[in-house]
């Protein structure tokens, strides 16, 4: 059996595999790839090894219903600041 994908390697091979054509990033739960995670590593909890990722700078996540979508740094979306937002609607 060749070597285990390090963390990082399997994060950033299920981004690209498991996204739906037209999407940049992948859901947790519904593409299966906590489960896959889960299975690959015996056990070990991907939201743990996704949080220090994303905290290296290596991935990018956001919360969505149902669970959080993970990204490659490079495509994921802008995040919107909804207070400035808000403000800036009320011309403040």
Same mark, same amino acid.
């Given at each position: 059996? +060749?070597?285990? #994908? +390090? @963390?990082?390697?399997?994060?950033?091979?299920?981004?690209? +595999?498991?996204?739906?054509?037209?999407?940049?990033?992948? @859901?947790?739960?519904?593409? *299966?790839?906590?489960?896959?995670?889960?299975?690959?590593?015996? *056990?070990?909890?991907?939201?743990?090894?996704?949080?220090? #990722?994303?905290?290296?700078?290596?991935?990018?996540?956001?919360?969505?219903?149902? *669970?959080?979508?993970?990204?490659?740094?490079?495509?994921?979306?802008?995040?919107?600041?909804?207070?400035?937002?808000?403000?800036?609607?009320? *011309?403040?």
């Amino acid at each position: 059996m +060749s070597e285990k #994908l +390090s @963390h990082e390697e399997f994060v950033k091979k299920a981004i690209v +595999s498991l996204r739906k054509e037209g999407y940049k990033g992948i @859901h947790t739960v519904y593409s *299966g790839f906590n489960n896959a995670f889960k299975k690959y590593f015996d *056990g070990e909890n991907p939201i743990d090894a996704t949080n220090k #990722l994303a905290q290296e700078g290596k991935i990018a996540l956001r919360p969505v219903k149902g *669970g959080v979508m993970l990204y490659l740094p490079e495509d994921a979306p802008a995040t919107r600041d909804a207070a400035d937002e808000a403000l800036k609607k009320m *011309g403040l």
